[in-house]
């Protein structure tokens, strides 16, 4: 069972910028797939950023260039740093992690076993 707890969400401007942490109950982050993945109200789950065990990195489309996820294994904990943000990544925002082989390099679909609670993050225009 791993727990997670996001923070730092918040209301912002357009154009700037903000650093969401999830904090986790594991020391074995780097054994796991890790994502952050976001909710619009009234759409589905879109999977905005994953950290592959091996270190690989993928980001959706709409934040390619302004949105940089990365973990700390010290500290346990997995950050997304947004830049640039635009009313369009206004939602609730949930750190999500699956174990995977330690060789992975990427993390495929949106099937995670563990979830936080979330964050909500909201950009005015």
């Known amino acids: 069972q791993v727990q997670l707890l996001e923070s730092g969400g918040g209301l912002v401007q357009a154009g700037g910028s903000l650093r969401l942490t999830c904090a986790a109950s594991t020391s074995l982050m780097w054994r796991y797939c890790l994502a952050w993945v976001r909710q619009a109200p009234g759409k589905d789950l879109e999977v905005v950023a994953t950290l592959a065990p091996a270190g690989g990195t993928s980001y959706a489309d709409p934040v390619q260039g302004r949105f940089t996820i990365s973990r700390d294994n010290t500290e346990n904990t997995l950050a997304l740093l947004m830049t640039d943000l635009k009313p369009e990544d206004t939602a609730m925002y949930y750190c999500?992690?699956?174990?995977?082989?330690?060789?992975?390099?990427?993390?495929?679909?949106?099937?995670?076993?563990?979830w936080g609670r979330g964050t909500q993050v909201t950009v005015s225009s």
């Open positions: 999500a992690t699956r174990s995977a082989p330690v060789s992975a390099m990427e993390c495929p679909g949106t099937d995670y076993t563990y």
